[in-house]
């Protein structure tokens, strides 16, 4: 079955850089465009970033552009979120999600992982 | 402030029928397709409906999904107690080159 399992979250001070992890299974990684969307606590969902199936397309929210960068291995099945210049309001929990349909770049998310909590404080 | 605009909250008793409201512009309701998610507390949300008006294998025929020009609507027929969760709508947004979500409405089943 899908799963998909982030990891790399924790509490980092403001300035400072994190890495998250999504580790992909029960279907083929490489075929799907992938997104990271965030929800702070106690608010709604925010996107934040999605790479396509090959790595050759991103996109981010105004929010983390020039900060985030999303990245993949497709030969570890794994997807990734460069987090640089943390700041406050990018506390959340961050969640990976799949795209529904093979190669497709914007459609719906029908899969997702359970989310990685990101606590930036100094 | 959310691109989409949904109402924050909505209730309805059990076995009524509530619909939500997902308002945008021609930049995204107005140019793509809709999804919703429902999300209970401490959990991932998951796909309800998707393409405007399409459900998902094992989501219940009492959700239904519809869209007219920039606004889109999800409405739950016989309402249930487990139906007490928050909804969001999203879309492609064709001017920011990302993908908008609403604010969210919380759904309380009285």
């Known amino acids: 079955q899908v799963q998909l399992v982030e990891s790399g979250g924790g509490v980092v001070q403001p300035g400072r850089s994190l890495r998250l992890s999504c580790a992909a299974s029960g279907f083929g990684f490489r075929n799907y465009a992938m997104h990271w969307v965030r929800q702070a606590p106690g608010k709604g969902l925010e996107w934040v970033a999605v790479?396509?199936?090959?790595?050759?397309?991103?996109y981010y929210a105004d929010s983390v552009k020039g900060r985030f960068s999303i990245f993949r291995d497709n030969s570890k099945d794994t997807l990734y979120l460069q987090m640089n210049s943390l700041r406050d309001e990018d506390t959340a929990v961050y969640f990976c999600?799949?795209?529904?349909?093979?190669?497709?770049?914007?459609?719906?998310?029908?899969?997702w992982g359970q989310g990685s909590l990101v606590t930036v404080s100094s | 402030q959310s691109v989409l605009t949904q109402p924050p909250s909505a209730s309805g008793a059990p076995g009524q029928r509530v619909t939500m409201s997902c308002s945008g512009t021609t930049s995204n309701i107005g140019s793509n397709t809709v999804n919703w998610y429902q999300q209970f507390p401490g959990t991932a949300p998951k796909l309800l409906i998707y393409s405007d008006n399409q459900r998902p294998s094992g989501v219940p025929d009492r959700f239904s999904g519809s869209k007219s020009g920039t606004s889109a609507s999800l409405a739950i027929s016989g309402l249930q107690s487990e139906d007490d969760a928050n909804y969001y709508c999203a879309a492609w947004d064709d001017s920011l080159n990302a993908v908008v979500f609403g604010g969210g409405t919380k759904l309380t089943v009285l």
């Open positions: 999600a799949r795209t529904k349909t093979i190669e497709a770049l914007i459609d719906c998310f029908d899969f």
């Open positions: 790479i396509s199936y090959d790595g050759a397309n991103e």
